[in-house]
């Protein structure tokens, strides 16, 4: 056995991935068939990746690597023609912005702190297959550059964070496209474009089109990505017609604050095209090999959300990887519980980039007209936990964007507003009862909802703990042991003043006085969630 896991594929995930593990105490191989830097699109980072660079530890670097940071979005996009902003700020107190990064540069960061943390990394190696043996171990065939034949090593598990390539997804069979979104992108990189008038100069921009949208990226290099996503057939017909360079510049020719932008602008470098869009996989975790990033998923890149995917996927897909080490008898419900956290990801920003196409009305067109049909697709579409969500979002979140500035479908705009009307009501509720009342009322778990023994997320693993699963909610809330008490002891005609007596039993004052506001705040916001049915009597 050459390591105990190898991680196909260098960049955010990969890297990611190999980290977490190597900090586990695993014998970590990456093998990364280019040599770094090398170019690779997706600049624009989300502010909820901030924490996971800083849990890796490389966010010192990113910070002084001179990367222009990015406080929001400006769009021509809903039912104005005009560009608007929104900004990071009025969501994000903590991680008020984000970063535009140069991927060269940012991904041989991540690369070189995965070798500061004890990762054996490889660039020039090509893995070529992966093969599993009886023995439980996986041969993984390679090729060194600029060498003659082929090599194998040997690991316990492998990482397959390979990108689009999708080295294991399309071997096992197990890739399947999106038909939501069939599109396609031809970008490329412009020195001398003009930036956005201050203060949004450093933020992501997004023009919607007859044919489709435009993003245009300001890097700390001084160039500009500029990218067009149109219609997957309609692009491919029209660059088989006139040729990549001709249908490009083309597009860009058809979005108006693009065309200014860019009415003084060299073209650097491109145009490259990316056909294959997006994808899931029937499964992104088995017996000795795990899917993290494009590798497992891509979604159409509307808000950003492939670097920000590939890092969630490293750090919980390496804590898959160290529990069915560590603990084989948990392999199969962890791997379950990573797929389900992985899923829930990729699916809220799925249909977080629907919402999108759907609410569009800044342009009237075939490709906005198609799009605007929002039923249920059959591909892992978490509609409920979306419009939950959404409807929890504050005032200028990813979601409350798109219902204010769009106009979405009457369905998903009425369903949010059900959800947002009964959690008012029960807000209200909660916040007008006296104590005496509170107290004497009966709580009772919403039809079909249960307390579970699931993995959940610990340090650098998955760990057994208690889960509220409710029916309608895709996601499972994660309890405190008390909290979980707290709900099995839900009765037939059990107060809350019943229950803190239970609760608080044994305690001394101090804890017990803590115990009844932590138990008696749980019951109130489960109650206005919707996990809790009724406090009978309230």
């Known amino acids: 056995m050459d390591a105990d896991v190898i991680v196909v594929g260098g960049g955010p995930g990969g890297t990611t991935a190999a980290t977490m593990l190597a900090r586990q105490g695993w014998r970590v191989i990456l093998f990364e068939r280019e040599r770094f830097p090398r170019e690779h699109i997706g600049e624009s980072l989300l502010p909820a990746s901030i924490p996971i660079l800083e849990e890796l530890g490389v966010l010192p670097a990113v910070r002084e690597a001179g990367f222009l940071p990015k406080w929001g979005a400006t769009m021509v996009w809903g039912t104005s023609s005009e560009p608007w902003s929104w900004y990071f700020r009025e969501t994000n107190q903590r991680n008020p912005h984000s970063y535009q990064v140069w991927r ?50 040997q690991a316990r598990f492998v990482v397959d964070a390979s990108g689009q390539t999708g080295l294991l997804g399309r071997s096992l069979g197990l890739r399947r496209a999106d038909d939501q979104f069939r599109n396609l992108a031809v970008y490329g990189y412009f020195s001398g474009a003009e930036p956005l008038p201050a203060p949004d100069e450093t933020n992501i921009f997004i ?18 990505s500029v990218g067009a996503v149109v219609d997957g057939r309609y692009g491919q017909r029209t660059i088989a017609r006139r040729g990549l360079e001709a249908m490009y510049a083309g597009e860009l020719a058809l979005a108006a604050n693009a065309q200014r932008m860019l ?39 509307l808000f950003s959300t492939g670097v920000h995917l590939a890092l969630m996927a490293g750090v919980v897909g390496a804590a898959y990887v160290t529990t069915a080490l560590r603990h084989p008898e948990m392999r199969e419900a ?9 899923y829930q990801q990729y699916g809220h920003f799925r249909e977080l980039a629907r919402l999108f196409y759907a609410s569009n009305r800044s342009v009237e067109s075939y490709f906005w007209e198609a799009r605007r049909i929002l039923g249920s697709d059959g591909v892992m579409s978490p509609r409920l936990a979306f419009i939950r969500a959404a409807a929890g979002q504050p005032p200028k979140g990813y979601e409350r964007m798109v219902l204010e500035h769009g106009e979405p479908p009457r369905e998903i705009a009425d369903d949010i507003l059900a959800v947002e009307s009964d959690r008012a009501r029960r807000r209200e509720r909660v916040a007008t009862a006296s104590r005496k009342r509170l107290l004497s009322s009966v709580p009772r778990l919403k039809e079909g909802a249960k307390v579970e023994r699931k993995p959940v997320l610990g340090e650098g693993e998955f760990v057994w703990g208690p889960v509220l699963s409710v029916p309608g909610q895709l996601d499972d809330t994660p309890l405190s042991p008390l909290v979980a008490r707290l709900l099995q002891m839900l009765g037939e005609r059990t107060t809350v003043s019943h229950l803190l007596e239970e609760i608080c039993r044994g305690l001394d004052k101090g804890s017990s006085s803590r115990a009844a506001e932590a138990a008696i ?18």
């Open 207 to 224: 023009e919607s089109y007859a044919n489709g949208w435009v993003w245009m990226i300001p890097l700390h290099t001084g160039q500009m």
């Open 521 to 538: 705040s749980a019951l109130q916001v489960l109650y206005v969630d919707g996990a809790i049915d009724a406090l009978e009597g309230l």
């Open 104 to 153: 060269p540069q940012f991904d041989q960061l991540l690369l070189e702190n995965s070798r500061a943390n004890a990762v054996d990394a490889r660039e020039g190696h090509r893995v070529i297959s992966v093969e599993r043996g009886p023995d439980g171990l996986s041969s993984v065939r390679y090729l060194v550059e600029a060498e003659a034949g082929e090599r194998t090593a």
């Open 263 to 301: 009415r003084s602008a060299r073209l650097e470098s491109g145009p490259v095209v990316i056909r294959d869009w997006s994808y899931t996989s029937t499964t992104v975790a088995g017996d000795g090999f795990v899917l993290v990033g494009d590798a497992a998923c891509f979604i159409d890149p």
């Open 334 to 342: 962890a791997g379950k519980a990573y797929q389900e956290l992985y």
